[in-house]
């Protein structure tokens, strides 16, 4: 049992974090909201001479063959900074779909093209789930899979009809989609189908969840900063206990959702059969740190933490977006307690990690029969 | 990263469950699933007898050296050990204190002698502890400790004076580690020192306190001359505060585990209720059954995070965070129990006021969330060494 991240893993977070803090400043983010494309080529092509479009991809594919565990370091790091491009979609989303199109033999020799521009920085692809209403960035993508029924469908984006939409987070630039789903774009249906969209789905709200962890780090930490650096009645605001208590419960849930956001991930790469638990575990955690950074930032910040100048907006208002992102706290929570209160759910000591969490429900489970006697 | 157990550590699963169900039939049937929170002051008699055959199994102090009678077994061992432990019924372990506190904070800072005289009595199942910190003018501020140790030349002994408070199971224990200050000059951290006394002697008087179910696990004790030797003292005069401290760190680490599979049974308890009085029905009572396992899960996360080290598991960060997050879990779980139970939650069934399990857990954990540091103080602990905000303004009286 290691809940422990390797030194390559923290390494190549660094890294990361090291070019996104020096590129991706509330500044920056602001001149995006001023552009057209709300996209910095410059800074993507940074992230891909890093390999960052690389990296969910195995060698066999010329990738570098990195996993959930190691992503969702990444991912965090770009909610760190509250990064505008979709580059936690490509590579949590969209790379481990292709990969799981190709491992199953499906699409034709146009996949695999695809993966090798996607890497060589050449096209761009997004992902649309039928959970979300909206995609982030579309008009930017060369190609969109979407998911309509239980159908995966592989589309160039000119086939697709898109409606611009506004987001309230002006680093966001979503799309309704429209297509025909047609044969010809199909890559699988029926049981296949449905198997790929639910993989899609669970590791969304992974990616979603350490975006959410990041961008809970970043809102703590301007938090303490203010509350340290403001003084009434002639000393920090943050000396107060009315102060500092709110920013002590974000710290906590956001250090008790780490782990949390880890197992989810180990969960999705190694038992991708049973992750629906932790990753809707994970996206409330998450979702619950977040939420809660973004409403204290704001009363510790006071009135400046209102105004649009005052760079919590930037974290707050995607914080708010993602929330409601690859399903929302009410699915979630459904997923948890239809697993959890179904009669046969094995809900003992035992089941959190060992051999036992992997056994078929049976009929002798004998929790209830062996807890009852003590409430006599 | 890696989530799961070994081979070896399935056999050893094996070898726990089986050894359990073995041995927990008989005289000590009757004491499966109690003595745990809110309920610690049932079967004191045979729970000793319990932590005997225990200890005779060999499954005490799993995690201390071979040395000392222990088995230097891995966390992944304890773990599993915890979980078959709870699956089993395991009643409260009254060995707890000794074992988790006590015991790590001799091998720690102990002597050898120490070590000599007071492991094995805890080993063996023998010897039962409990902990003298808080006093009635050192409770949230622990370092106002008023009890005196004076060193009495004529008969080579250190004497005591003064008082603990909300002492647990002081009633049923046979030793006291006591916080006491040695130079009255000090004050605050400073002129400490920490002690080994037995129960069992003049000058101590043990006053239960009733609490509000009823029961008295709390104790009020009161020291007027009782005594220890030189060698009594753990680590160097004035070294109280660090060792004192030192032990706080070992109540952060492995002994939250089984702490934790005490929680899933209560919570297990719950949820079949539910099911089976149909409350498992309302979608209010789904969402907080569905909270309250996901935050227990999370509890287990991150005790196992933390005992992985490593640099994102450092105790010293999540060791102040791991006190606020379990009591108010737990806080919240005994409103839960009473919900699910609805209006016979408030029936009582028995004797004069004898409470159902529950119902303990429910008004027992209101002192969740006071007893071993407040939730306020947490908080400012948090605020003021993990997030590094201005330290909370101090009275004039604190003021060193």
């Known amino acids: 049992m290691d809940f422990t991240f390797s030194a390559e893993q923290l390494e190549f977070r660094d890294a990361l974090n090291a070019l996104l803090r ?76 292709l990969v799981d199109i190709l491992d199953r033999g499906l699409g034709n020799g146009s996949v695999q093209a695809i993966v090798d521009d996607l890497m060589a920085g050449k096209s761009r692809i997004a992902v649309s789930h039928p959970i979300n209403p909206h995609l982030n960035f579309a008009a930017r993508a060369d190609w969109i899979m979407a998911g309509s029924g239980d159908g995966v469908y592989l589309l160039p984006v000119d086939a697709i009809q ?207 029969a062996s807890t009852a006697r003590t409430t006599k | 990263m890696l989530l799961e157990f070994s081979q070896e550590d399935e056999r050893f699963r094996d070898e726990v469950a089986t050894w359990l169900t073995e041995h927990l039939i008989g005289q000590f049937a009757d004491i499966r699933g109690r003595g745990g929170p809110g309920d610690e002051h049932h079967f004191v008699r045979e729970r000793k007898a319990w932590e005997r055959c225990l200890a005779e199994g060999g499954w005490t102090c799993l995690g201390w050296p071979e040395q000392w009678g222990g088995r230097s077994a891995t966390i992944e061992q304890q773990v599993i050990f915890n979980e078959e432990y709870a699956r089993a019924g395991g009643p409260g372990r009254l060995g707890h204190i000794g074992e988790t506190l006590t015991g790590p904070t001799l091998l720690a800072f102990g002597s050898d002698d120490q070590k000599r005289r007071f492991l094995p009595g805890i080993r063996s199942g023998q010897a039962f502890w409990c902990q003298g910190y808080s006093e009635p003018s050192a409770g949230s501020d622990l370092s106002n400790i008023k009890t005196r140790a ?81 060698d009594d003292m753990v680590g160097a005069p004035g070294d109280g505060w660090r060792v004192a401290m030192g032990l706080l760190d070992f109540e952060r680490g492995v002994s939250t585990l089984g702490q934790q599979m005490l929680f899933q049974v209560e919570l297990d308890e719950i949820i079949c209720i539910a099911r089976a009085n149909g409350t498992a029905r309302q979608p209010a009572v789904r969402q907080r059954i569905a909270e309250a396992h996901i935050g227990l899960r999370t509890l287990r996360y991150n005790s196992l995070r933390m005992l992985s080290g490593g640099e994102d598991g450092s105790l010293s960060r999540e060791a102040v965070i791991y006190k606020l997050a379990w009591s108010n879990w737990h806080r919240n779980l005994g409103k839960l129990a009473m919900d699910v139970l609805g209006p016979d939650a408030e029936l009582v069934e028995a004797g004069p006021y004898e409470l159902n399990r529950l119902q303990s857990l429910f008004l027992f954990t209101r002192a969740d969330t006071i007893y071993g540091g407040t939730n306020q103080i947490q908080r400012n602990l948090i605020a003021e060494r993990a997030l590094g905000m201005p330290r909370e303004p101090r009275g004039d009286a604190a003021k060193e």
């Open chain 1, 162 to 368: 898109l409606t611009a939409r506004k987001s309230v987070d002006p680093s966001r630039r979503l799309t309704e989609i429209r297509f025909d789903p047609l044969p010809e774009y199909c890559l699988a249906q029926g049981e296949v189908g449905a198997a790929l969209l639910r993989a899609v789905l669970n590791r969304g709200g992974l990616a979603t969840a350490a975006q959410l962890l990041g961008l809970a780090e970043n809102l703590i930490q301007q938090s303490v900063q203010y509350a340290g650096d403001r003084t009434q009645f002639g000393r920090p605001v943050g000396a107060n206990q009315a102060v500092k208590h709110l920013l002590a419960d974000v710290a906590v849930q956001l250090e008790y959702a780490r782990p949390v956001i880890a197992r989810a991930a180990y969960t999705v790469g190694f038992s991708p059969e049973r992750a629906d638990f932790a990753v809707s575990h994970a996206k409330l955690a998450a979702t619950r740190v977040a939420a809660l950074a973004a409403r204290y930032a704001i009363q510790v910040h006071g009135a400046m933490g209102y105004t649009w100048e005052c760079d919590v907006q930037i974290a707050a208002k995607r914080v708010w977006a993602l929330i409601s992102e690859w399903g929302e706290e009410g699915f979630h929570k459904n997923r948890i307690h239809e697993w959890l209160l179904q009669p046969n759910a094995l809900i003992g000591p035992e089941y959190t990690f060992g051999r036992r969490s992997l056994m078929i429900p049976s009929s002798d489970v004998g929790q209830c």
């Open chain 1, 22 to 97: 020096e590129e991706v400043t509330g500044e920056r983010i602001r001149a995006r909201w001023e552009s057209n494309t709300g996209w910095d080529e410059g800074l993507e092509a940074q992230l891909l001479s890093m390999g960052v479009f690389s990296l969910m991809f195995p060698e066999s594919l010329g990738g570098l063959g990195l996993g959930m565990v190691d992503s969702v370091l990444l991912a965090e790091a770009c909610g760190r900074v509250v990064l505008p491009e979709p580059v936690v979609e490509t590579m949590m989303i969209a790379s481990p779909l």
């Open chain 2, 150 to 230: 004076v060193w009495d030349a004529e008969t080579a002994l250190w004497r005591f004076y003064g008082q603990k408070v909300w002492t647990s199971l002081a009633h049923a224990s046979d030793f006291i580690f006591v916080l006491a200050r040695t130079d009255p000059k000090e004050k605050g951290h400073r002129g400490l020192s920490f002690f080994l006394l037995p129960l069992a002697q003049e000058g101590i008087d043990i006053r239960p306190i009733k609490q509000l179910t009823g029961t008295a696990e709390f104790n009020e004790v009161f020291f007027d001359g009782a005594a220890c030797g030189a």
